[in-house]
């Protein structure tokens, strides 16, 4: 090697050019008008500066050297910003079209942060049948930051409208609800939010992007566990806070508070969900396809006293799923007609492809009790009050072959 060629070599390690982006200009304006699987595909995927690197480059560093005094390359420390957490932020805003998020260690952490935009002393609207994490972190908030909260059915708009006091800042919803598959009419709420001057946030954990777009709706705020199908593998856990186009105020609210309360994710973490986030147009089509197939079965089975998912057309609120909604998704769950302790456990270990766990959205099937397991932290009454049965399972429906899963069913209920 010749001294040229060395300081060359040298040279292209120590002070990388820009390449690779040739013909990445000008793309990154054709994404907002892109279709979604273009957009899962390219969102935040422009070619790393350093080298043109394709897939996102995993900037596994705490810190980052200066350039000079007070000036850095765009990023100073990992808790407050991180060039690959960057890239998975950008790739979901695109996907809800809002003007930016944040990326959070777990979903709580992202429910937390939202919680901390408001003010000691202010009050939430919440659905009753929330997530349970959702509830927990709503009573920690009471206590310790003076958040006030009601929780109400939401599908009842005057109640929604009477619980509303001069203290009340912000309505969170989620939809569909878990387990029951209740809908809330998303344009309802947020012209209700608009009209009383409130934020509304959205958890929408159960759709995903692909299948549901509440800024379009007129939330303010929209909500993701990422640990479920933006990642959809099973092996990460995560959230994302997404605030509304012309919302730049609660963004940077968000970005200060992912900061200072410490809540932002890891960037290999966050990696692993950009990877995740490429199929995931794929992924809800073969969910919900499966998801389909399945509850048509459960729906006609004998041993089976009703199913609820909002793909049915005798779901009380498929009108409102069809308009609210771009398909049904793969949540679903069913009513044994004999719900006795001895009937469930005889058919959850029975199940062979669907794995009793919790947690959803991945791409393998899991069986879960409410009763006893997600929502086992509420008391008996609260469950009864809301209609979680001991007799109700809940399946996250994977996407292996459909007729090995409708099979895996058809064996476990007809189990003896
Ligand atoms: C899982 C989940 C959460 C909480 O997210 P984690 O990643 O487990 O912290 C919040 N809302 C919904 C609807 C969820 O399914």
Known sequence: MSETQAENQEFRILSPRSPGAMGWIGKERLLPGAGLGTQCIHGGAAPDPAYGAVAAPIYETSTFALLDIRTSAGFEYTRAGNPTRARLEEAIALLEGGCGAICTS?????????????????????????????????QHARKVHGLDSTLLDMTDLD????????????????????????LLDLAALGGLARRRGLLLAVDNTFMSPVLQRPLDWGADLVFHSTTKYLNGHSDVVGGAVVAGKGREDLLQR??????????????????????????????MAAHEANARALAEFLD?????????????SRHPQHALARRQQKGFGAMLSFELKDGSPAAVERFLRALRWFT???????????????ASMSHASMTPEMRGKIGITDGLIRLSVGIEDPEDLKEDLKHALEAR
């Open 106 to 138: 777990s979903g709580m952490s992202g429910v937390l942060t939202v919680f901390s935009l408001l003010e000691h002393g202010s009050h939430v609207l919440c659905p009753s049948d929330c997530y349970g994490g959702t509830y927990r972190t709503l």
């Open 159 to 182: 109640a929604v409208e009477a619980a509303i006091r001069p203290e009340t800042s912000m309505i969170w919803a989620e939809t569909p609800s878990n387990p029951l598959l209740r």
């Open 254 to 283: 968000l970005v200060t508070l992912n900061m200072s309360l410490g809540t932002s994710q890891s960037p290999h973490d966050c990696a692993l969900v950009l990877r995740g986030l490429k199929t995931l147009h794929l992924r």
């Open 300 to 312: 006609a089975h004998p041993a089976v006293a009703r199913v609820n998912y909002p793909g049915l």
């Open 356 to 370: 009793l766990a919790e947690s959803l959205g991945g791409v393998e099937s899991l069986a879960n009790q409410p």
